[in-house]
């Protein structure tokens, strides 16, 4: 029996690299898809990269930068906003939001599945997001997938299999499967060593606090 194809939108992050290994572990055909949207650094695309080409799997780096110029206000595409440090659950954390940003990823991903013939979108967002980012929320996936099944004649489901998880949880469940977490870059900076500081390493650090193991990237 053939195995499905999927296609996982992958950032190079950590929770999109533990859905990843998820869809292979789960038996599919995983053809991975990043995004150069003009963000500020593309330190995770090349961990990214690097994962797919150890994994042996299909990659495509989709270069959409052009679109920055229409994705300004954010602390991720725009040069003169400074990233936020702090914890996710902080207002001041809402300066790191691309507006429209998973529309308009997963709206490509879908095209890409359609082409060859993937029944499946897979793509990391998780409770922990649902505060800070819109798109990341269970009722944006079920308007997407509502969407979606009306917007080709080929049907496609977007997936986000830790939409009720955090990223506690998330990390706990790679863990548990040994999975090397120093293949992933999480930090909004791209210097040498993760800044420690921002959001979403504030958030990583935090995981791996709570399941009692030790985050294996160096920290500024």
């Known amino acids: 029996m053939d195995k499905q194809k999927v ?10 690299f ?20 003009g963000q500020s650094h593309s330190k995770e695309l090349e961990y990214a990269k690097q994962v797919c080409e150890e994994l042996g799997i299909s990659h495509i780096i989709s270069d959409i930068s052009g679109v920055n ?30 507006p429209n940003r998973n529309m ?11 082409s060859i013939g993937a029944n499946r979108v897979f793509y990391g967002a998780h409770s922990g997001d649902h505060t800070i980012y819109p798109d990341c929320r269970p009722e944006f ?3 997407m997938n509502k969407v ?45 060593k993760a800044c420690g500081k921002c959001g979403s390493c504030v958030e990583r650090l935090e995981a791996f606090e709570m399941n009692g193991a030790k985050d294996p990237l160096a920290y500024e």
């Open 7 to 16: 296609v996982v939108v992958y950032s190079g992050g950590m929770d999109s």
């Open 18 to 37: 533990t859905v990843l290994n998820r869809a292979i572990e789960e038996g599919a055909e995983v053809y991975a898809l990043s995004f150069n949207y």
């Open 69 to 98: 110029n229409l994705l300004q206000g954010s602390s991720l595409t725009s040069s003169d906003i400074q990233v936020a440090e702090g914890h996710y659950a902080e207002e001041n954390m809402k300066s790191t939001v691309v």
């Open 104 to 114: 308009i990823l997963l709206s490509l991903a879908v095209g890409y599945a359609v």
């Open 141 to 143: 996936v079920d308007a």
């Open 148 to 192: 979606t099944k009306i917007a080709n004649f080929e049907s496609v489901e977007i997936l986000s299999p830790f939409l009720h998880e955090d990223k506690t949880e998330i990390l706990k469940y790679g863990l548990q499967r040994g999975w090397d977490y120093s293949k992933t870059w999480t930090c909004y900076n791209g210097r040498e």
